[in-house]
């Protein structure tokens, strides 16, 4: 079966700081892989998403990047952080069936920029 | 920009009825999907309908779409406290291996 890891869970990093998220899939592969944002009490952003190794799309102009560096990881980075950087960013990928694709996320990780 | 609204934004009902939310999007998809997602964790799928379908169940969930209104409901019948979550729509346009989320409907079953 399929799995997805997201870590750290939580961090809490200071203004100007670098940041890396790293997310991996297990169990599937060349999936689709995505990067979203939640505001506290909001929807979901989508940052990035990547169709393939060294494939990048930017959904919004932003502080952060994302890279691909093998089929089933997928890492977002930021050089310098700020104040508006700070909540819950969720990985996830799909996987494409007659109807569409769905999607399957990893728990997240909360980030607090202080 | 945010492609499905949810409503209502908050919902509260007895554990035992049955809970109703609506997504209404903009443009023209291939199918809408619902997930959801408990406090501080990451979203599950739930059901995806699609385009050509007008109505879809799964266990206690009934979906249903109307394209010519370009909306959607969720229905969780016989609710349960472990349903306390919130709900998000999501559409997929054709051809496009992205998902539009809505700003999601938080949903409170009370025991």
């Known amino acids: 079966s399929q799995t997805i890891h997201q870590w750290p869970a939580t961090l809490v990093q200071p203004v100007g700081s670098p940041l890396s998220l790293e997310c991996t899939v297990e169990?599937?592969?060349?999936?689709?892989l995505y990067w979203y944002r939640q505001a506290a009490g909001r929807g979901l952003q989508l940052l990035f998403y990547s169709v393939g190794i060294g494939q990048i799309s930017s959904e919004v102009p932003q502080n952060l990047s994302a890279s691909r560096p093998q089929d089933r990881q997928f890492i977002l980075s930021s050089k310098k952080l700020l104040l508006s950087d700070s909540g819950f960013y969720l990985c996830a990928w799909s996987v494409s069936l007659t109807s569409g694709y769905e999607q399957y996320f990893g728990p997240g990780t909360r980030l607090t920029v202080t | 920009s945010q492609q499905g609204e949810e409503d209502p934004q908050a919902l509260s009902i007895q554990e035992g009825e049955n809970a109703t939310m609506n997504c209404s999007y903009k443009?023209?998809?291939?199918?809408l999907q619902w997930y959801r997602q408990n406090s501080g964790r990451g979203l599950v799928h739930l059901i995806l309908i699609r385009s050509n379908e007008r109505e879809k169940h799964s266990g206690r969930l009934r979906v249903t779409l109307d394209t010519s209104k370009k909306s959607s409901s969720l229905l969780i019948t016989a609710s349960r406290a472990a349903d306390t979550a919130s709900y998000f729509c999501?559409?997929?346009?054709?051809?496009?291996?992205?998902?539009?989320f809505g700003t999601g409907t938080r949903l409170t079953i009370i025991p």
């Open positions: 169990g599937t592969s060349n999936p689709n």
């Open positions: 443009t023209s998809i291939n199918n």
């Open positions: 999501a559409t997929e346009k054709g051809g496009n291996e992205k998902l539009t």
